[in-house]
């Protein structure tokens, strides 16, 4: 039934003042008591409520019906006073109007708070009270093993039949024990007079949760909707989350909260709807764009996490997503963490606002079944060049591969060579990539990043070809060139730079150079300019020229470099 037709109905139920029961049945966390509590304040707050009493009681770990008696009597209250609850102050209300029921007990009202011990046997006395009011059930699947379903609907009836009272009763029936099952069903239709299936949409759902949407509450009803979460207190997770992440970030990167509040809701999705959601270890490895290609060979269960990651434009795990499925965990924010991956985050959008060309060429791509594959062709390689420095590598590698598959192995090749030589984070990202989620899709461009990686590793600085000396006692001539291209002020700068035992090492290497010196011309030029630079140093003060001429002899007859 849609939930605006079951709210009608409710409203029609909470406005009348004849007897009747009715039912409401629905899953756990679908909202059942969240609503109704909504249903019944909205009509509240209109002075519209049939009956001037009203009360709510829980059967969870109540085991008779002495006890479920003495809940509603204790619970009950004026209808005007529903959005303050019972209090002391109700109950002496109602221990007033049992007066007439119960005259021996017209003491007790200046013995308040009652204990349980001193009603003794007086309790069923006070029920005699309990008439002429609204009662809502709740929890029927959740009574004490000594507190059967048939008892239950029997006092319903009594209530109904006897009391004139107008009884809802809230349960998720598929809890229910077998034989509590075979009796609710077989005397459902005698007590109740209408029963209802309780199954919102999430729309209906995230209505309820976020009827005015506006700020941040619009985001998260979209969220929310997009994912199908129908589990109220999971939203109430959701939005919890979202405002204490929205304290922390909104005053430095108020742009952020939507972005934040859509990462929330799908690591609260994740975490705490596991059933139905994709677990955070699949959310680590999933790949937005190549799921854009269909170049993944996903199981049953992937493809149905991949239809809602995509549409609701996950592309791939962060850092920022990391630290709020973190957070999400534990029950709070590491402060200074999020917000140091919301600084990142927030600079990596700002980086890719010029992909809007880029982005639309994909959207082409999803839009239609046109043969356009000409002007894709154009628009994916353009886009792709003048976004080069902030693409990301998984959407570089899907790009490619793409291109390859229209016949554009030129321009593929024109982008790798280009990505490789423009963007800065591309060596950094495809290490992330391979040490966490397996290896690039395009083998020509994995085997670009092979080669540069090779390069780079094989690249030493200075400092460590000058210490290597120290334990060859000879330049080893590979790196021969590099000491020949290096500066007398770079030299002068390593020094200067160098701490503790590296300084010490960087001397005993000078030394050696002197101790074993070569006749070759540009082991000649590296000694003289590495001299030079300790003779600068040695003639800032006179304590560091006691530091270099402790180690080392500079001759007089030091030649300038030219």
Known sequence: ????????????????????????????????????????????????????????????????????????????????????????????????????????????????????????????????????????????????????????????????????????????????????????????????????????????????????????????????TALEIVNIRIIKKIEYFTNRLSEIIAKEYPHMVPVAAHAVTLMCWSVFQPVEAAPAAYLKVYNGASYRLGDQKPTAQQLKWNYFLFAYRFERFDAFYEQILNGVKVGYFDVEEITKATAQKAAEISARAGDKFFNQAWEMYHDSFDDNSEVLIEMLFKGAMDAITTIHIVNMDSTVSLLKDLGAETQASQLIEHYLKFNPEALKQHNEQSRFFGDLKDPDLLAAFKTKTKIKKEEISIKDVLLDIKTQKFIVPKYRELLYRTSIEEYYQLFKSARGDEKKDLLKAVNVLQIHPSSGKQELVITNRLLNALKRIAAENPLNDRRVKQFIHIPDDLLEDK
């Not at 756990?28 to 509240?44: E, H, L, M, P, Q």
């Open 1 to 224: 039934m849609p939930i605006a037709i079951l709210k009608k109905e409710i409203e029609r139920f909470l406005r009348g003042n004849e007897p009747e029961v009715i039912c409401i049945k629905g899953k756990w966390g679908v909202g059942k008591t969240y609503s109704w509590n909504r249903f019944i304040s909205d009509v509240a707050g209109k002075n519209a409520l049939g009956l001037k009493r009203y009360a709510y009681v829980s059967l969870f770990g109540l085991n008779s019906l002495k006890e479920v008696k003495y809940a509603i009597f204790e619970s009950t209250l004026a209808s005007a006073n529903l959005a303050v609850g019972p209090d002391e102050n109700s109950l002496k209300s109602n221990y007033k109007s049992a007066r007439k029921y119960l005259p021996k007990i017209g003491g007790a009202l200046s013995k308040l708070p009652i204990v349980e011990s001193y009603l003794g046997s007086s309790e069923s006395a006070l029920f005699f009270a309990v008439r002429n009011q609204l009662i809502c059930i709740d929890d029927l699947e959740r009574a004490g093993s000594s507190l059967s379903v048939q008892d239950v609907l029997g006092l319903v009836t009594m209530l109904k039949e006897q009391r004139q009272c107008k009884v809802a009763i809230l349960l998720n029936e598929a809890e229910l024990n077998e034989k509590d099952r075979v009796d609710f069903n077989r005397q459902l239709e005698k007590v109740a007079d209408v029963a209802f299936e309780f199954s919102p949409t999430a729309q209906e759902t995230a209505d309820i949760c976020f009827p005015d949407k506006i700020g941040v509450q619009k985001n998260l009803h979209y969220n929310c």
